[in-house]
């Protein structure tokens, strides 16, 4: 489907896998009166059914997921009736919205009654059965309905007025349409719009590419801790990029960057390819830039982007060159390279938390968003609810994510292990859950899915909330540096590091834009005057450090990984406002949480009382980190 305003956005469930360097625990304790030890290896027939999720609340089971399938799948034609006729009158135009929605709720239903399915327990052929099938219906309701955006454009934007104002039904609607409005000078006629469309197979060549290219790529081997000879893979390398033992880490980092950089020039000419293929969909739809075609899926101006990333330059050497000379210093370290950054800044604090300590630590964390949040959530994360699956198991897929049908319930996928990881884990994932819950509550189908821009934040409100809490709560002066430096790490990672990848994107772009070429070289020279701008004077930098970029999947995504910067960014700032008693903060957040995706990301936000469109909005996560480098150094002077 086009993105332009009448997008498939909510049938595929978001998923937010999520790596968080902390805390190691060893599982042995269950929950409640009978310990249970989660053990991925167990069969998923074995697993008791308390920690697994309840997908009958969707579908009773496969019988009738399947009867579902075929009845939408005979219902599909149907929309086709309003081909040709939008215009007719506003309640006939009120009919196929309707339509057209009703039949992407079902398909939502049997999306994630089989996606979820799949996820937990991905050897059992049937489920995959089911997948592939629901994969082939989202592509025919997609054909189907794929006539409803033209047809809108077509239309006069005063007839769509009109239509608004003579039938109160179409209230409901008056996002979609105006969001499909706004961009129509980018929509181009129906032959134009048929060859972006067939160009589909060649836009994805760049991403085939890298794939390629690392499954091709063959590195060498290098010796674990306890000096045994391993294959370094692009899956393993941030294991061993992060080794507590130093000889490791350097030679892990030496190898893989050394063997990128053997075959640069191939990764090169993907990426050139890629950057060329966004400013080709740019130029199309008459956009100043890629940059700006992007952005404007989500209506944000390009001034905001480069504001955030002013905003962050100038609080780089209170911050990030700080926090180099920080890292240095704790480890002992004359200096301080690329593979230093990734080992643990704490020596390991062995904590164990069963899921049942979680809950309760989430509980009393998130005291301050009030008794009915709190009345759902307590009632998300009681395992005889159904809402989670809650450990891992043979076949199960690895990391974590929320989904939601509308009108059911959100569904939280785990696969926890009783360590402190996966408590900050459940508590990320519920955020989103609670997220889905307010929204699907409050919003009509149409407008309860938040954009991506959105979705992030309320993930790391609750992750904040129950950091705050445990740092109260520590016993200990290790335990508590542990802590902040977990929050050091999680704005490090998500804010300077993806804002670094974000500028990266902006200035390789500008300068294909500008008439220039994008070889090995140039990369490598872009990226590494970026490596001395973000980390400073202090900061060592290696010989093939600046080939990085060759291995950042994210840099095909077309302007995502901003987005996480910003979400993270956002969440501090509504945490620092609750935090600090600011009148009406809670309610504030709640209703952004409420308003789903209803309307634009920026004019949500301000409502709340994060305005974007200025730095001050930004401040509160770089002061954040400047105090907690505070702390953690006065805790190491102790």
């Not at 996002?175 to 000078?185: C, G, I, K, N």
């Amino acid at each position: 489907m086009s993105s332009i305003g009448l997008g498939f956005s909510r049938v595929f469930p978001f998923a937010a896998a999520l790596s968080l360097a902390g805390l190691v625990a060893s599982p042995t304790v269950g929950r409640g009166e009978t310990p249970y030890r989660p053990e991925a290896g167990m069969a998923r027939s074995d697993v008791p059914r308390l920690y697994k999720w309840n997908l009958a609340a969707i579908w009773e089971d496969a019988d009738a997921w399947e009867a579902g399938r075929k009845s939408l799948e005979e219902a599909l034609p149907g929309i086709l009736e309003c081909r040709g006729r939008l215009a007719e009158s506003a309640q006939k135009l009120r009919a196929c919205l309707d339509h057209r929605y009703s039949l992407e709720e079902q398909l939502q239903r049997l999306n994630v009654y089989a996606f979820a399915e799949f996820s937990t327990d991905r050897q059992v052929s049937a489920a995959q059965a089911r997948h592939d099938r629901v994969q082939q219906l989202a592509t025919a309701f997609g054909d189907a309905t794929a006539f409803l955006e033209p047809e809108l454009l077509a239309m006069e934007r005063e007839l769509i007025q009109r239509f608004l104002a003579e039938e109160p039904g179409l209230a409901v609607y008056r996002h979609v349409l105006d969001d499909l409005m706004r961009r129509q000078a980018h929509v181009l006629s129906s032959e134009g719009e048929r060859v972006v469309a067939l160009s589909g197979d060649l836009q994805s060549g760049p991403y085939g590419m890298l794939n390629a290219l690392q499954q091709d790529t063959a590195f060498p081997m290098i010796k674990d801790e306890e000096g045994n000879e391993v294959e370094l893979l692009f899956a393993n390398f941030p294991r061993y990029r992060g080794s507590r033992v130093r000889s490791v880490r350097q030679e892990a980092v030496g190898a893989f960057f050394g063997r990128l950089r053997e075959h640069e020039r191939s990764f090169a000419a993907s990426l050139d390819m890629a950057v060329k293929r966004d400013i080709f969909v740019a130029r199309a739809r008459s956009y100043d830039s890629s940059l700006a075609a992007s952005l404007d899926a989500d209506n944000v101006p390009v001034e905001v982007f480069n504001l955030v990333l002013d905003t962050m330059a100038a609080n780089l050497p209170r911050t990030l060159h700080r926090y180099v000379e920080l890292r240095r210093a704790t480890l002992g370290l004359d200096e301080l390279h690329y593979y230093d950054l990734y080992t643990p800044l704490v020596p390991s604090v062995t904590r164990e938390i069963t899921y049942e300590e979680a809950t309760g630590h989430m509980q009393a964390s998130l005291a301050p968003l009030g008794a009915d949040y709190l009345k759902v959530l307590t009632r998300g994360m009681d395992l005889a609810q159904g809402w989670v699956d809650l450990y891992p198991n043979r076949g199960k897929r690895s990391g974590a994510y929320q989904t939601d049908v509308y009108g059911v319930h959100p569904f939280v996928f785990l696969n926890y292990m009783n360590e402190l990881d996966d408590a900050f884990i459940a508590a990320h994932e519920f955020g989103h859950a609670l997220h889905s819950h307010l929204a699907n509550g409050a919003q009509a189908f149409v407008n309860a899915s938040p954009p991506i821009f959105l979705a992030e934040i309320a993930s790391t409100f609750n992750e904040e909330l129950l950091l705050n809490h445990l740092l109260e709560q520590a016993e200990s002066p290790d335990e508590k540096r542990a802590l902040l430096a977990k929050r050091l790490e999680n704005i490090r990672l998500t804010v300077f590091r993806q804002l670094m990848f974000a500028e990266f994107e902006r200035d390789i772009h500008a300068e294909v834009e500008g008439g220039g070429a994008l070889t090995a070289e140039r990369l490598s020279e872009i990226y590494g005057a970026l490596i001395g701008k973000y980390f400073g004077p202090g900061f060592t930098v290696g010989d093939d450090d600046a080939v990085e970029w060759a291995y950042i999947p994210h840099f095909y995504y077309n302007f995502y990984v901003y987005k996480y910067a910003t979400g993270l960014m956002s969440a501090i700032a509504l945490v620092d406002r609750v935090n600090t008693g600011v009148p009406g903060a809670v309610e504030a957040y709640l209703d952004l949480l409420r308003a789903g995706g209803s309307d634009y990301p920026l004019d949500l936000l301000k409502r709340a009382g994060v305005d974007l469109r200025s730095p001050e909005a930004m401040q509160a996560t770089f002061d954040l980190f400047a105090d907690t480098m505070d702390q953690f150094e006065a805790l190491l002077q102790e």
